[in-house]
């Protein structure tokens, strides 16, 4: 029998027969939250962190200007997942032994900026909204290979143009990139309110924040005219930088049917998380913002530890074992972290290479925050697979492993398990662009925005010198590095025979 879609009513019908324990709803009305917050790139990754912290800030201190409009510059899918169910969403928690289910009711509008881009211009100008975050993962910053904003492709540009526009009146053509859209609404808020505003990066990047508003100088410095813009928003707009946690795997059919279960009624939108979560914030706002320290949140004035930490053992050793893992066959992190080959491997990694690069967090024991993350991963119940870790590996390797590599290098060692965990990468996009990776019965096709780059690269006698040309991705000092590139090289011999050279 199929089951009513969640939504406002059904919801209500449902509370009113009464709740399991193990399901709960909206920490507050959602009908009497009004839009204080704008989300850039509304993906699983928000609706499991952000939006579940803005509304328990907003729970805990009895607000109701903290909903949140969510844009989603790639597709309309997730406009048409939650507008159907009144923004309401569910987060299965997934936890070793079993799930809850809270229905979440921040999120109040979601928009597509293909059909809805004056509200989103309008929503991010209004003085009523105080706080931007964005989550629109490590590609969706358009950097280009000397990490400046990549002005010159034609969707950044096309963006530009618009904000151009913008400068004089409304300028409502879609726009096409994340970057662009912040830029366009920024150029409107001050041409309308000039109101402070804070712009809150949440993506895996170091120093995620002044990256962001480099990128936003940087952009407004290629729009002709925008210096006023400019200057207003290096006086009135901060751009905290922050630490962001949760594994939040692609939502499959089983976590529906898990859900659906506990729920009694279908979620199209629903998102699944590990029980852990962590953000740690840079305390530099321009105005007001969600009591998010209510919610878990720690503030301080210095993020960079906690942020290098968590890229550097955990996001670093995620996708090693998402590499090694894929190419032996595994379909999850928790299946690759079982093995003892891999699970020596990733330790190694953390205790020989990244340990020295890392100065402590306030509080926080590096061996014993090494463990909770490879527990972490351990968890069979988040089903996060090595495919979707793997993605994008060309912009994640930098920040991940090769900031540590290159600190080793300076330092005069050689890092052997970081080395081992580039070859990893090397064979994983070899075999994928070859059409050679097969994980649990499915071929895997490459998944990176420098795709046909890297399997061209790949592809030769010397895969690994290849790889190591491709500047966008390995800083010069690590590509220079005889040592370096002998331990990958020797590390991928171990991996994979490479093909015998003519
Ligand atoms: C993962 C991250 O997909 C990936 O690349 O390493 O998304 C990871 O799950 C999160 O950063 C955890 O906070």
Redesign the pocket.
């Known amino acids: 029998m199929s089951l009513p879609r969640l939504s406002a009513d059904t919801w209500a019908q449902r509370t009113a027969r009464g709740l399991p324990d193990t399901v709960r709803g909206p920490a507050v009305d959602p009908r009497a939250l009004t839009v204080g917050q704008v989300h850039l790139g509304i993906g699983a990754f928000h609706r499991a962190h952000q939006a579940v912290c803005t509304e328990d800030a907003a729970a805990a201190t009895g607000r109701t200007d903290w909903g949140i409009l969510g844009v989603t510059q790639r597709s309309p899918r997730v406009v048409d997942q939650l507008r159907p169910q009144d923004g309401l969403y569910g987060v299965l928690t997934a936890g070793a032994q079993a799930s809850t289910l809270r229905v979440v009711g921040s999120v109040r509008d979601v928009a597509f900026p293909g059909r809805d881009t004056a509200r989103v211009l309008d929503t991010i100008a209004a003085p009523t909204t105080h706080v931007v975050t964005l989550t629109v993962t490590e590609k969706g910053y358009r950097r280009a290979a000397d990490g400046g904003i990549d002005a010159a492709a034609p969707d950044v540009a096309a963006d530009l143009a618009a904000a151009a526009v913008e400068l004089t009146r409304d300028d409502e053509t879609p726009s096409r990139t994340a970057i662009g859209l912040l830029l366009r609404g920024l150029v409107r808020r001050h041409r309308t309110s000039g109101a402070p505003l804070t712009v809150v990066c949440c993506d ?1 990047l170091t120093d995620n924040g002044a990256v962001l508003a480099g990128l936003v100088a940087q952009g407004l410095a290629a729009v002709h005219g925008a210096q006023d813009v400019a200057a207003w928003v290096a006086a009135s707009v901060r751009f905290p930088s922050t630490m ?5 795997p692609a939502t499959t059919d089983a976590h529906r049917a898990e859900a659906a279960g506990l729920l009694g009624l279908h979620d199209e939108a629903l998102v699944v998380g590990e029980p852990f979560l962590q953000w740690v914030v840079e305390d530099d706002f321009a105005g007001p913002r969600p009591a998010w320290e209510r919610a878990g949140a720690t503030f301080t004035h210095d993020v960079a530890p906690y942020e290098r930490a968590k890229l550097r053992v ?2 670093a050793t ?2 090693t074992l998402a590499y090694l893992g894929a190419l032996r066959g595994y379909a999850t992190i928790a299946e690759a972290v079982a093995d003892p080959h891999l699970a020596t491997l990733v330790r190694a990694l953390v205790d020989e290479d990244v340990m020295p690069t890392l100065v402590a967090p306030d509080g926080t024991d590096l061996a014993a925050y090494r463990d909770e993350v490879l527990h972490r991963f351990a968890n069979p119940r988040t089903g996060h697979t090595t495919v ?2 793997a993605m994008d590996g060309s912009q ?1 390797l930098p920040v991940r492993l090769l900031g540590t590599v290159a600190d080793r290098l300076a330092a005069g060692a050689v890092p052997h398990a970081a080395a081992h965990a580039v070859a990893g990468w090397v064979a994983y996009v070899r075999a994928a662009a070859a059409g050679e990776l097969v994980v649990a019965g499915r071929t895997v096709a490459l998944d990176d925005p420098l795709a046909p780059r890297l399997a061209e690269a790949a592809a030769g006698p010397d895969p690994v010198g290849g790889l190591l040309a491709l500047r966008e991705v390995f800083p010069e000092a690590v590509a220079a590095s005889t040592p370096f590139r002998d331990a990958v090289t020797s590390a991928l011999r171990d991996l994979t025979p490479l093909p015998t050279t003519p």
């Open positions: 895996n962001v946690d949760r594994i939040v955990l996001n995620h996708s979707q870790v994640k």
